[in-house]
T-cell receptor, first 113, second 114 residues
Framework: QKEVEQDPGPLSVPEGAIVSLNCTYS??????FMWYRQYSRKGPELLMY????GNKEDGRFTAQVDKSSKYISLFIRDSQPSDSATYLC?????????????FGKGTMLLVSP | GAGVSQSPSNKVTEKGKDVELRCDPI?????LYWYRQSLGQGLEFLIY????????KSGLPSDRFSAERTGGSVSTLTIQRTQQEDSAVYLC????????????FGPGTRLTVL
C-alpha cells in the first residue's frame, strides 16, 4: 500500500461546478498537509497549507483534513476553465528538524466552458 | 522577487552521456530539494540540502546520481552514464528556514535520454 493514494482522474466538470478532490494516507505521523496545482509543463504551485484537522478556506478553495480517517480534501467552488490543471496532495512529517514531502500522483481536472 | 529558476528547460541526450541540471533557488531560501517526476508517477524525492550540506540523500536512485550546492545558493544535479529510464522532469524546490513544508518549485528540466 502506497503512503498516499490519489485518484488520477481525469475529472471533467462544467464551468461553475463544485469540485471535490481527495487523498487518503496511511502514515499517521504526517502532520502537515498541502495541495499543489500544476499546469502542463510547469512546476507545482502551492495552493493550500494546513496543519491540523478541520477546514481552511481561501477564496474559492477550501482544504479539509480529517486525521482520524486519514483523509484530506480540496473543494473548488464556482470552478473556472483556468482551474484546469493537475492537483497534487502532499504531506510531511518533521525529521530531525526538516520536512520531506510525500506526494500523491495527482488528479487531472478539466473544467469545460 | 524572482522565483526558483532551472536550466536548461529541456535536455536531450544520448544514453551513456553525463548531464548537469542547474537550480537557482529563491534568495534567502536555505533549504533546497530535488525531485523527479516521471509520466504517470508522482513526485519522487531525490535529495535535500540545508545550506551546502545534504543531510538526506535517501532518494537518489543510484550512484550515478549526485548533487552539490555551493554558497548556500545554486545547486547542480549530475547524472552520469544516463539511461533511458532516467528520462523524466527534474524539479527543484526551495523554502524558507524553518518553513520547509512550504516549498516553492521551479519549472523543471525535461530530460530525454535517447
Amino acid at each position: 500500500q502506497k503512503e498516499v493514494e490519489q485518484d488520477p482522474g481525469p475529472l471533467s466538470v462544467p464551468e461553475g461546478a463544485i469540485v471535490s478532490l481527495n487523498c487518503t494516507y496511511s502514515n499517521s505521523a504526517f502532520q502537515y498537509f498541502m495541495w499543489y496545482r500544476q499546469y502542463s509543463r510547469k512546476g507545482p504551485e502551492l495552493l493550500m497549507y494546513t496543519y491540523s484537522s478541520g477546514n481552511k478556506e481561501d477564496g474559492r478553495f477550501t482544504a479539509q483534513v480529517d486525521k482520524s480517517s486519514k483523509y484530506i480534501s480540496l473543494f473548488i467552488r464556482d470552478s473556472q476553465p483556468s482551474d484546469s490543471a493537475t492537483y497534487l496532495c502532499a504531506m510531511s512529517e518533521r525529521n530531525s528538524g526538516y520536512s520531506t514531502l510525500t506526494f500523491g500522483k495527482g488528479t487531472m481536472l478539466l473544467v469545460s466552458p | 522577487g524572482a522565483g526558483v529558476s532551472q536550466s536548461p528547460s529541456n535536455k536531450v541526450t544520448e544514453k551513456g552521456k553525463d548531464v548537469e541540471l542547474r537550480c537557482d533557488p529563491i534568495s534567502g531560501h536555505t533549504a533546497l530539494y530535488w525531485y523527479r517526476q516521471s509520466l504517470g508517477q508522482g513526485l519522487e524525492f531525490l535529495i535535500y540540502f540545508q545550506g551546502n550540506s545534504a543531510p538526506d540523500k535517501s532518494g537518489l536512485p543510484s550512484d550515478r546520481f549526485s548533487a552539490e550546492r555551493t554558497g548556500g545558493s545554486v545547486s547542480t544535479l549530475t547524472i552520469q552514464r544516463t539511461q533511458q529510464e532516467d528520462s523524466a522532469v527534474y524539479l527543484c524546490a526551495s523554502s524558507w528556514p524553518g518553513i520547509e513544508d512550504e516549498q516553492f518549485f521551479g519549472p523543471g528540466t525535461r530530460l530525454t535520454v535517447l
